[in-house]
């Protein structure tokens, strides 16, 4: 079975729907959902009225935990995680996407992995925690998330693996995947030059051996989706969609064996 291939609406964020417009013109298999400040983001109803609108399915959900949207549903962060399993269920998505609590939400971050755990336990859609990666900050490495180190993944049962924030924290991106393993049920794929920080660069436009990466997910049976998350927005209006659909392109040739970059 193929893995399906779709685009995050992060790409336009936070412009919901030409995220949804860009990925059916591209020909990608759905959307996934970042949950952000656009109220097109935030309800089930306006969400399915975006599926019909354009033929795609919301395959994902990212709960609306970045620093810009701290304020979404609320700046209960539980709340915002069970609401976003409750959004993902009524769209028919499979998998949920956190990030790893940030260091002030100290009570969340204590019962952060037994949470992941309960809600997964209960069945439904599945919450993946996300890789992420320190930041430099007034000359000194700060280290934003609590419960974000080798060994808080290691008792994480479902993953999602950022190539982006992998280069951001200076990993390399294999030795991550191979380190995760089977925990890894969902995928954010962008390309990045590994100096500049978090870039989530399309495919081609940095130097991360995607190639290489998806030929070992691959070899290991990997039946998740991928999703691109790249960062289209930076670029000049006129390339947009051409940019779009040869990273989609570089996708499904890769994960069906056939390796070319754009």
């Given at each position: 079975?193929?893995?399906?291939?779709?685009?995050?609406?992060?790409?336009?964020?936070?412009?919901?729907?030409?995220?949804?417009?860009?990925?059916?013109?591209?020909?990608?298999?759905?959307?996934?959902?970042?949950?952000?400040?656009?109220?097109?983001?935030?309800?089930?109803?306006?969400?399915?009225?975006?599926?019909?609108?354009?033929?795609?399915?919301?395959?994902?959900?990212?709960?609306?935990?970045?620093?810009?949207?701290?304020h979404v549903w609320g700046w209960n962060p539980e709340v915002k995680l069970r609401r976003s399993v409750e959004m993902a269920a009524a769209v028919d998505a499979e998998i949920v996407v956190v990030h790893p609590p940030f260091r002030w939400q100290r009570d969340y971050a204590?019962?952060?992995?037994?949470?992941?755990?309960?809600?997964?336990?209960?069945?439904?859609?599945?919450?993946?925690?996300?890789?992420?990666?320190?930041?430099?900050?007034?000359?000194?490495?700060?280290?934003?998330?609590?419960?974000?180190?080798?060994?808080?993944?290691?008792?994480?049962?479902?993953?999602?693996?950022d190539s982006s924030h992998a280069a951001a924290a200076r990993r390399d991106v294999i030795d991550l995947y191979r380190k995760l393993g089977r925990r890894v049920r969902h995928l954010h794929l962008s390309d990045s030059t590994s100096t500049k920080g978090d870039e989530h660069l399309p495919i081609g436009m940095g130097t991360l051996p995607l190639d290489d990466l998806v030929a070992a997910i691959r070899h290991d049976g990997f039946d998740g989706v991928a999703v691109?998350?790249?960062?289209?927005?930076?670029?000049?209006?006129?390339?947009?969609?051409?940019?779009?659909?040869?990273?989609?392109?570089?996708?499904?040739?890769?994960?069906?064996?056939?390796l070319a970059r754009p």
């Open positions: 079975m193929a893995v399906p291939v779709v685009l995050s609406s992060a790409a336009l964020f936070p412009y919901t729907e030409a995220a949804f417009r860009l990925a059916a013109e591209c020909g990608y298999d759905g959307v996934e959902l970042m949950v952000n400040h656009d109220r097109r983001s935030q309800t089930v109803d306006s969400v399915q009225a975006l599926c019909r609108s354009y033929g795609l399915a919301v395959r994902s959900v990212h709960v609306p935990c970045l620093v810009i949207s701290q204590e019962s952060f992995a037994e949470l992941v755990a309960e809600i997964n336990a209960a069945g439904g859609p599945i919450v993946t925690v996300e890789n992420m990666y320190t930041i430099d900050a007034f000359g000194r490495n700060v280290e934003p998330y609590a419960k974000a180190t080798d060994d808080d993944f290691d008792g994480y049962d479902a993953v999602t693996l691109l998350e790249i960062a289209i927005a930076r670029l000049p209006e006129g390339a947009r969609t051409a940019t779009a659909g040869a990273s989609r392109d570089w996708a499904v040739a890769a994960f069906a064996g056939r």
